[in-house]
């Protein structure tokens, strides 16, 4: 996990609860259109994968129990993990890439529907992702991995002044460059080739020489749009197109996309192909459907997007018709951690990962609504260009005063509560009945993501080992653990 240099332990806020009367009247429990669905109120449970389906990207009894005790708490929106639109492996993340998915994803929305009483509307995130390959050994990776070219022959001939490189056997090239000292491997290798010695091979937007990579602004559209039409086959209420964190439609909006296609460069063309998913979307599912996006208010990487490439994507995206705008930031693989020799890079482990799920540790601005200022900018430009569609704020907010704040100053429409909802997802029922406080208070310490990091089943430290007696409890793989929260008890 990033640290700060000098971290600052952030005591999480205080908390004063509304009374029944104060809930009833609060912006944050009225209700707001999200394009043709009506939401009770402004309340939002943010996509969070929970490592719960089956190695073929079936829905499981875990996933259906997991999102069920969310309904329980009533939010007004509930978003599904970030569930993979191609047919192809991705371990036990949920799939939604052929219809062989519906029957599953069809009984989860009937789950939260009858959990909710029909008060939660289910959205489903929809995402593409390119492959990540793990950290190789380095003999591994010059004996197998690594194309040896007519580059690397001059470079070493030019490092070592023997000309006698450039003819060089492969197989002596490849043992060479094996025994050689960091120092001549950087001179010897690419940016792309280091990467993929240091960090594992991971394929990119910009890798255009490759067949499948150059062919992504024709196939993506397609698929898209036959994963939100099953998405509504399927009977959920919405989806949310995943163009947020180090995912592959991210990459075409970000700054660090160079494709020479039309769809790289300047902003225009970065969100061409976002614009391009979008309009195959809503031509399948039509527009008597909500179909969103999550996006991020600034990358937090060298080279990457900052909040005016976000307020002009923001504002196109509306004109374009989106139903709303979930705003998030950072979670990039740019500035990832080095992974340990055998394991993937995890994207969430660098400055922006910090950034996309801030804890307690932080600088003097701290973890709570920290990204609050960049969604109001990114609010007011959608606004100032006359459109209404509302605009999702999360990040560290978890009391009703700073969620209620937020709402009245203008700086969002809805409100996200991600890890305070994992924590308790009662708090939506909790604090509209006036018992806000017996809401179990998020500690913004990451447990939860470490969970994630290590694609173990992810669960809270708060309830985690509690009640471990109770009957008919299932628990994790680790046997240690609870998979969701004891119920409350009204
Ligand atoms: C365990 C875990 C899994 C997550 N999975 C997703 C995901 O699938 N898609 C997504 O857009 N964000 C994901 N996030 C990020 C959250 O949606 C949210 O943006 C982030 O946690 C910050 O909000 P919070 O401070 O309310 O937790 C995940 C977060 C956590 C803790
Ligand atoms: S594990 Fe920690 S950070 Fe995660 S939801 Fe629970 S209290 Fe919050």
Redesign the pocket.
């Known amino acids: 996990m990033w640290k700060f240099p000098k971290p600052i332990k952030h005591a999480i806020p205080e908390a004063r609860w509304p009374s029944v009367a104060e809930a009833t009247r609060a912006l944050l429990f009225s209700p707001i259109k999200l394009g043709p669905l009506t939401l009770a109120s402004r309340t939002w449970v943010p996509a969070m994968v929970p490592w719960r389906a089956t190695e073929d990207g079936f829905v499981t009894q875990a996933n259906l129990d997991w999102y069920r005790r969310f309904a329980a708490g009533r939010p007004a929106a509930l978003v599904v993990e970030a569930t993979g639109v191609r047919d192809i492996p991705s371990g036990p993340l949920l799939r939604i890439g052929h219809d062989r998915f519906i029957p599953g994803l069809q009984k989860l929305v009937e789950t939260v529907r009858e959990a909710s009483q029909g008060r939660t509307k289910l959205l489903i995130q929809i995402i593409d992702f390119l492959s990540v390959r793990r950290r190789p050994e380095k003999a591994k990776y010059f004996e197998r991995f690594l194309r040896v070219t007519r580059r690397h022959r001059a470079v070493l001939s030019e490092v070592s002044g023997d000309p006698r490189w450039n003819e060089a056997d492969e197989l002596e090239v490849r043992s060479f460059l094996a025994r050689s000292a960091e120092e001549v491997i950087e001179q010897v290798l690419d940016e792309g080739e280091l990467e993929a010695l240091r960090f594992g091979y991971r394929e990119s937007v910009n890798d255009t020489d490759l067949p499948h990579i150059k062919d992504l602004p024709r196939v993506l559209p397609g698929i898209f749009a036959d994963a939100a039409r099953r998405a509504r086959e399927a009977g959920f209420d919405g989806v949310e197109l995943h163009y947020a964190h180090a995912y592959t439609m991210a990459s075409f909006l970000s700054a660090r996309n160079k494709r020479t296609d039309g769809y790289g460069g300047a902003r225009n063309e970065r969100v061409r192909l976002p614009l391009e998913v979008y309009r195959a979307v809503r031509e399948g599912v039509g527009h008597d459907y909500t179909v969103g996006v999550r996006f991020l208010a600034d990358e937090v990487i060298e080279g990457g997007n900052r909040i005016d490439d976000a307020i002009y994507f923001g504002v196109e995206f509306a004109r374009a018709g989106m139903d709303f705008l979930s705003i998030s930031k950072g979670g990039k693989f740019e500035d990832a951690q080095q992974p340990k020799v055998g394991q993937a890079v995890y994207p969430y482990t660098g400055k922006s990962g910090y950034e996309c ?1 801030p ?1 307690t540790l932080s600088d003097e601005v701290g973890p709570f609504g920290r990204t609050v200022p960049l969604v109001a900018k990114i609010k007011s430009a959608v606004n100032a260009a006359g459109f209404g569609t509302p605009v999702v704020a999360t990040g560290g907010i978890s009391t009703f005063a700073q969620a209620e704040e937020i709402l009245q100053r203008g700086q969002a429409d809805i409100i996200g509560f ?3 909802a ?2 308790d997802p009662d708090w939506f029922l909790k604090v509209k009945l006036g018992r806000g406080y017996e809401v ?10 470490a ?1 994630d990091q290590a694609h173990k089943q992810v ?5 985690d080992r509690v009640q471990l007696d109770e009957p008919g409890l299932v628990l994790a793989d680790d046997g240690r653990r609870r998979l969701i929260p004891p119920n409350w008890k009204k």
């Not at 179990?440 to 993501?449: F, Q, V």
């Not at 669960?459 to 309830?463: A, G």
């Open positions: 799920m804890t991600a890890r305070q994992l924590a179990r208070r998020c500690t913004y310490t990451n447990y939860c993501e969970l669960t809270c430290k708060l309830w």
